[in-house]
């Protein structure tokens, strides 16, 4: 009941890349699921009007939350200290987070096309956003709460194309699978927390419009995301987002794993 759930105690929420797409539906599920507990929402992202705009529809859903929200690019070597600060806030005294659960969703597809028109520029930056700032964030949070004391939950999306190889795709593709390895290893350096990588399926968000458009992007491809999205082979993001916080609030998974929505939780039922 609505009494138990308060009792358990504040609930710190953090979602990065929450301006739009996956982010604000990851944002708002967790909103949803959270109804009855004191929850303390975290939002990063690069753009302040949209974060505003997620954190408004977040305050619909769960009147009572306290929303932050964290303007930072977290493609910036140089912004990533402050953006982890502000991703592991100090709860007031005496209310000591009871869960803390981090949605780390920021990312790019990186430069497409193939790896041998690629300078050494489109790599560093594709890595520096995709791998070494999501795994900064993800250790430093969990170096932050993870405890006997509070449910920590770390949560990274993943995909497909960090388990299958995608032509045109490399940096996308080589990212995804670092992220989930190193998620992996986060998973066995902190036993107190739980760690999740958790790939949505191929969503109708503006990422998949812009790969169904992208003139580097495989032929074969691009056919395959433009079929997708006209004759709705794509999955809601919303539903995949009320699944992926449904499983990390319930723990149905071992800490380390890759979680795909379509392989693993839409063809076998819930």
């Known amino acids: 009941g609505g009494e138990k759930m308060a009792a358990a105690g504040p609930v710190l929420a953090v979602v990065t890349g929450a301006s739009r797409g996956f982010g604000r539906e990851l944002a708002l599920a967790a909103a949803r699921a959270l109804r009855g507990r004191e929850l303390h929402a975290v939002l990063l992202g690069r753009s302040r009007a949209d974060l505003s705009a997620t954190a408004d529809l977040v305050r619909d859903v769960h009147r009572d939350a306290s929303v932050a929200v964290e303007a930072r690019d977290l493609s910036r070597l140089e ?17 000591a987070y009871r869960t803390a659960l981090l949605f780390n969703n920021a990312g790019s597809l990186g430069r497409l096309g193939e ?26 949070f969990a170096a932050a709460y993870a405890s006997p004391e509070c449910d920590t939950v770390v949560v990274q999306t993943s995909s497909i194309c960090g388990v299958r190889p995608f032509a045109t795709m490399g940096p996308y593709c080589t990212a995804k699978a670092a992220r989930d390895m190193l998620h992996s290893v986060l998973a066995l350096e902190s036993p107190h927390a ?16 812009e790969l169904a458009a992208a003139p580097s992007l495989s032929p074969e491809l691009r056919g395959a995301f433009a079929s997708a999205r006209a004759t709705g082979g794509v999955v ?32 076998g039922g819930e």
């Not at 912004?79 to 209310?95: T, W, Y």
């Not at 930056?125 to 795994?135: L, R």
């Not at 979680?259 to 939780?265: A, G, T």
């Open 79 to 95: 912004e990533l200290p402050a953006a982890a600060a502000a991703a592991c806030p100090q709860p007031d005294a005496g209310r």
């Open 115 to 140: 790896l041998q028109h690629m300078d050494v520029h489109d790599l560093h930056d594709a890595f520096t956003f995709n791998i070494t700032s999501a795994c900064f964030l993800s250790a430093r």
């Open 194 to 209: 739980r760690v999740l990588s958790y790939a949505p399926g191929p969503m109708d968000t503006s990422m998949l419009a």
């Open 236 to 267: 809601d993001a919303g539903a995949s987002a009320a699944a992926c916080v449904g499983l990390a609030l319930s723990g149905g998974f071992s800490s380390g794993a890759h979680v795909d929505f379509v392989e693993d939780l839409a063809r």
